[in-house]
């Protein structure tokens, strides 16, 4: 059995991830000409909770999910819940357009979760995730994705800040994920393509 992937703890690097949310510029970030921003996220939770029908689209988010608290920022079942494909599926129904890159957002950094979270065997066939079936050989088209398209998603959002007029250095740094992370990204993710 071969390792392919690695976990994040709480180390500060890991939980800028989840500090998005509480940045002063709400919006993390103007890509493609669209927010990808945390409120987003509320207002897909606020419309969604307290529905009479009890059909709920973000049935995966809770009030702890889009509240969190500095205790709660640790848990990384809570970001994988909200950057789920659900939520990401939710965002672009209630939002539709506006919410497109956070929409899209979400959905790539769940595929990277996934891909980072074959565990066994049996879970992709059981959950029914092509994502998560284990890795059998160099070629697999996932490892293409990691290499090819999240790379490339991660640096178009970098390209787009650095490219932002009007912004000092220091607003620049709030809109993304810290240096660390990404650069921690990107070695995660060239470790499992090598691998």
């Known amino acids: 059995m071969m390792v392919m992937g690695v ?6 690097i890991n939980r800028r991830l989840l500090k998005i949310h509480d940045q002063s510029p709400k919006c993390i970030n103007k890509r ?14 606020e419309s969604d909770k307290g529905k009479a029908s009890g059909l ?18 640790m848990h990384v079942d809570l970001i994988s819940r909200v950057l789920s494909n659900s939520v990401s599926m939710a965002l672009m129904l209630v939002l539709e357009d506006e919410a497109s890159e956070t929409s899209l957002f979400a959905s790539m950094f769940n595929r990277f979760f996934d891909m980072l979270n074959v565990s066994n065997y049996t879970n992709g066939t059981r959950y029914r995730n092509p994502t998560i079936y284990p890795y059998r050989h160099g070629n697999d088209h996932r490892l ?39 650069v921690r990204l990107r070695i995660t993710d060239l470790i499992v393509f090598k691998i």
Do not use: P
Not at 7 to 12: C, E, M, N, Q
Not at 32 to 45: A, P, Q, V
Not at 152 to 175: H, P, R
């Open 56 to 73: 709920s689209m973000a049935h995966k988010l809770k009030h702890e999910h889009i509240y969190l608290n500095s205790f709660s920022k």
């Open 144 to 182: 293409k994705w990691l290499e090819q398209d999240f790379i490339q998603f991660l640096d178009e959002w970098e390209d787009s800040v650095e490219n932002k007029e009007g912004f000092s250095k220091a607003e620049k740094n709030l809109i993304l994920l810290s240096h660390e992370t990404r």
């Open 32 to 45: 493609k000409g669209k927010d990808i921003s945390w409120d987003h996220l509320k207002r897909l939770y």
């Open 7 to 12: 976990t994040f703890d709480g180390l500060s």
